[in-house]
């Protein structure tokens, strides 16, 4: 697909989950590789793994929009991983960015 000038900016990317993401806010970040995070209508926050280990300063925000995804795995510690992060962009009016925290 070829593209020029700003068509390339408004492109979708389409990232391959193995299962839908489920939004949640952003409650902590306890170390480098686990947030927790809580679902709406949720009393308690869960535990889901971050893949990126970076201190990720500009976009840990406690009560941010986020998207983690559902491991079937019994062996993993968590059950969730963080996948995606909802940022506001003044330019963007309502229209938030979603960026990637998954660095593998």
Known sequence: LAMRGSALAQALAFI????????????????????????DGAAEPVRAHCVNPGRMEAFVRPGARVYVVE??????????????????DPDRGDEPILCGTNTQ
């Open 16 to 39: 391959p989950f193995p299962s839908r993401p489920i939004p949640a806010r952003l409650v902590s970040r306890r170390d480098r590789f686990i947030v927790e995070v809580l679902f």
């Open 71 to 88: 491991s079937d795995n019994p062996a993993r510690k968590c059950k969730y991983t963080w996948e995606l992060l909802e940022l506001e």
